[in-house]
């Protein structure tokens, strides 16, 4: 084995194809908060709502450990080094920006995705950069007490959250979980569990230099169409497993569209004729992937 190609149907709404040079690295876990772990509250099971009068809630607790881990906008994390070991953008970074200065549009991710403003109210590359090189503390869903049709009153006994961070260059994997939990101790929040779901993976990063990466971006053009080419996606995938621990490169490209991964209407174009390819091109284009990698490592080896 010599290189690993992640098939990605990378044209947006609009039929422009886009290569992702990497991808940032991922940890995923979730917080707990009982009455029975923090001494306070229902212990064993929720009771009628009344009682808050004079009964400690779980729930507004958790809501507090949530808050200290962020600015109120929760777009500033301010667990201690969580930023410590990040890294600025390298010269080829910058010089990818400058290029996508001329071809990023912002509009195109707002539609699909029915966004209407970036943090900040950032526009273009400066909205850009925080996607591609910034790490994030992000929670996935909440969930405690009723949340069913109509009405009961409650005092829930336990709650949970599922959270990720993601990770850039030069962040690692095992830094995450214990500096979530010294914040929360610090804080005082000693009784929120931290339940580690998937232990994870490290960002993972390739050169547009590489061989590989031209083999790719030639793979596109032959279809008559130029990539746009983004230094890293916001977006997780295990390939740091096969470049630690098998020491291979990889590509992740080719043409077709699909969008809103993760959200209920996610979605692929099957057909043909549109502004974007379809499935037929889809698969013609990761043929001409591998083809022009199969060559790529062929003159290497010349």
């Known amino acids: 084995v010599d290189v690993l190609f992640f098939p990605w149907p990378g044209e947006d709404i609009d039929g422009k194809p886009i290569i992702y040079l990497g991808v940032k690295g991922i940890v995923y876990f979730e917080l707990e908060l009982s009455g029975k772990d923090w001494g306070r509250g229902p212990t064993e099971f929720g009771i009628h709502g009344s009682n808050k009068a004079w009964v400690d809630s779980p729930v507004w607790r958790f809501i507090q450990a949530l808050a200290s881990m962020t600015s109120e906008d929760g777009n500033q994390v301010l667990i201690d080094g969580f930023y410590d070991k990040v890294e600025v953008p390298t010269e080829e970074d910058l010089e990818l920006l400058e290029r996508l200065k001329e071809t990023f549009n912002e509009e195109t991710f707002k539609e699909v ?16 950069k925080p996607y591609l090189f910034s790490p994030t503390l992000n929670i996935n869903g909440i969930w405690g007490g009723y949340i069913g049709p109509g009405t009961k009153t409650l005092l829930p006994h336990k709650v949970t959250a599922k959270v990720d961070v993601r990770l850039v260059p030069n962040m690692r994997i095992e830094d995450v979980i214990p500096m979530i939990r010294k914040h929360l101790d610090k804080h005082g929040f000693k009784e929120v569990k931290i339940r580690l779901l998937e232990r994870g993976y490290n960002w993972a990063r390739m050169s547009y230099k590489h061989p590989y990466s031209q083999a790719l971006i030639k793979s596109i053009r032959e279809f008559g169409k130029e990539p746009e080419i983004w230094p890293t996606i916001a977006g997780s995938a295990p390939f740091s497993v096969f470049v630690e621990k098998l020491g291979l490169p990889f590509v992740c490209g080719g043409l077709g569209h699909g969008a809103r991964a993760h959200a209920p209407n996610e979605y692929l174009v099957i057909g043909e004729g549109g502004p ?23 003159v290497g080896q010349g």
């Open 276 to 298: 974007t390819g379809g499935l037929a091109t889809m698969e013609k284009s990761f043929i001409a992937i591998l083809d022009n990698i199969s060559r790529a490592k062929l």
């Open 113 to 128: 995705n029915k966004v209407e403003r970036f943090i900040g109210d950032k526009k273009g590359v400066e909205a850009l």
